[in-house]
Nanobody, 114 residues
């Protein structure tokens, strides 16, 4: 299974970004898909996750500004982030869980700066 993330880039404070992640390979069905982020010298942190049934979890830091969604038929997960702040700057990675396996995408850089 491979995860391909896209949609990162440079955005001004207050702006928006849409991150997409598409899975390919031998897929039976992902239980949970999600987005995590990491900055240098800090641990990777959860941004948002969504189960196959659509149950979502958001980090407190992004609640009200982020929306995660998925398409089970297409094996994609999307993170829409609005009102981006400088502290949202990080490498964002998508994750997909299938049975006992956890798959990670390669990461996409999001930089919030004026």
């Amino acid at each position: 299974v491979q995860l391909q993330a896209s949609g990162g880039g440079l955005v001004e404070p207050g702006g928006s970004l849409r991150l997409s992640c598409a899975a390919s390979g031998t897929i039976f069905g992902f239980s949970t898909m999600g987005w995590y982020r990491q900055v240098p010298r800090k641990q990777r942190e959860l941004v948002a996750t969504i189960t196959r049934a659509g149950t979502t979890i958001y980090a407190d830091s992004v609640k009200g500004r982020a929306t995660i969604s998925r398409d089970n038929a297409k094996n994609t997960v999307v993170l829409q982030m609005n009102n981006l702040q400088r502290e949202d700057t990080a490498v964002y990675c998508c994750r997909a869980d299938q049975a006992t396996n956890i798959y990670w995408g390669q990461g996409t850089q999001v930089t919030v700066s004026s």
